[in-house]
């Protein structure tokens, strides 16, 4: 039997323009198993962050179902489905989404504050684990602005993973800081998954933050190409430059 934490059947999405409606996702379906760091990566406006919107109760799909930690997502009250994003998934935005005003350990023990449950998958060591694997020490009474741009993506990533969720959900978390911090962030997403066990969905258009996930599947104009799906050793550096060519992306 599949232990999927997620699972997306046939979803759909359509935006209207002047011309008409046309769809931005398209009849994309895939699962990720617990324990899993699952890529999907796709160029400029194939759709990813649509996708990431509608698999975590943000944006609800104009078809199909998404189905998180056994719950039909769209088939609960809103309210319900608030909270059940509170309690299984953390969030990493492009952009930080710190609070400005908050010092870093109040800005990672945010959940925590606003009463998510913490799960089962949560740092076992707590906060002054999370801190000393996120090399956080001696920034925990700094304010967001006296960071790194690798350093607040880093805090962002701490305070997604404090209530322990149950996936992880990334949306171009190094798009917006350097080559080296942005392959930090990716040793701590792999770090996360081999030694807690930390269930991981990216999305990304960057092939060098691909190749750090357990599985690869390619969005090109909102559709999936299963047939180019990498999984396990095929997921090396040049396997993912060769799809991408095969796909014209
Ligand atoms: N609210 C909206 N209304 C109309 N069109 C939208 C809306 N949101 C996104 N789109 C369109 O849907 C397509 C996919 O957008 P999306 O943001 O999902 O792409 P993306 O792959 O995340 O791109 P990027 O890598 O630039 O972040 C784009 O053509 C975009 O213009
Ligand atoms: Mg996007």
Redesign the pocket.
């Known amino acids: 039997m599949s232990d999927a934490i997620l699972q997306a059947s046939e979803l759909y999405k359509f935006?209207?323009?002047a011309a008409g409606r046309f769809p931005?996702v398209r009849e994309v379906a895939f699962a990720v198993e617990r324990g899993r760091f699952v890529t999907i990566m796709?160029?400029?406006?194939?759709?990813?962050?649509?996708?990431l919107h509608m698999v975590s109760g943000l944006e609800p799909p104009s078809g199909g179902t998404v189905t998180l930690d056994g719950h039909d997502l769209y088939a609960l009250s809103e309210r319900r489905r608030t909270l059940l994003r509170r309690d299984t998934i953390g969030f990493v935005f492009q952009f930080y989404n710190l609070i400005p005003n908050l010092t870093v350990d109040e800005n990672i023990r945010l959940p925590l504050l606003i009463g998510a449950e913490p799960g089962e998958g949560g740092p076992k060591d707590g906060l002054e684990g999370l801190v000393r694997d996120f090399g956080l020490e001696g920034k925990l009474k700094s304010y967001p602005h006296q960071l790194s741009g690798g350093e607040m993506q880093r805090v962002s990533i701490a305070r997604a993973l404090i209530a322990g969720p149950a996936i992880l959900m990334a949306?171009?978390p190094t798009g917006n800081i350097s080559t080296s911090a942005g392959e930090e962030v990716m040793k701590l997403f792999r770090r996360s998954c081999d030694e807690r066990g930390q269930t991981i969905l990216l999305?990304t258009?960057n092939p060098r933050d691909a190749a750090f996930s357990d599985e690869v599947h390619f969005?090109k104009d909102?559709e999936l190409h299963d047939e180019h799906a990498l999984r396990g050793s095929d997921v090396t550096p040049s396997s993912i430059a060769s799809a991408l060519a095969d796909l014209g992306i």
């Open positions: 935006y209207g323009t931005v796709g160029p400029s406006g194939s759709g990813k962050s649509t996708l949306d171009e999305v258009h969005l909102g």
